[in-house]
Nanobody, 125 residues
Framework: QLQLVESGGGLVQPGESLRLSCSVS????????LGWFRQAPGKEREGVSC????????IYGDSVKGRFTISRDSANNMMFLQMDSLRPEDTAVYYC??????????????????WGQGTQVTVSS
């Protein structure tokens, strides 16, 4: 059974950093592109970042470019999102997700069919 489990969320002050992790079970990450999404209260879920199967050029949303970094450890079936210089507007529930196998890194939540349960990130002074 395919399963994604996020961890690493929490409460931080503006300017601080967090590293989110996503543990994968039931399949091997090397066959999948990987994505991170987030959903703030009262807003639609939006894409944060995506990286392809061969660690090709990652894609980032405009609001996180230069501050967030996506990575993967396929050997250990893990994916990560390093978040630096956090801002109050980054407050949201963050989700990791994968599209069907052998699918390239593509935007749009409808392209992803396996999701984690989410982890809360709150940025506040």
């Amino acid at each position: 059974q395919l399963q994604l489990v996020e961890s690493g969320g929490g409460l931080v002050q503006p300017g601080e950093s967090l590293r989110l992790s996503c543990s994968v079970s039931g399949f091997h990450l090397k066959y999948y592109a990987l994505g991170w999404f987030r959903q703030a209260p009262g807003k639609e879920r939006e894409g944060v970042s995506c990286i392809g199967r061969y660690n090709d050029e990652p894609i980032y949303g405009d609001s996180v470019k230069g501050r967030f970094t996506i990575s993967r450890d396929s050997a250990n079936n893990m994916m990560f999102l390093q978040m630096d210089s956090l801002r109050p507007e980054d407050t949201a529930v963050y989700y990791c997700a994968v599209p069907p196998p052998f699918t390239p890194c593509v935007p749009g939540i409808n392209n992803y069919d396996t999701w984690g349960q989410g982890t809360q990130v709150t940025v506040s002074s």
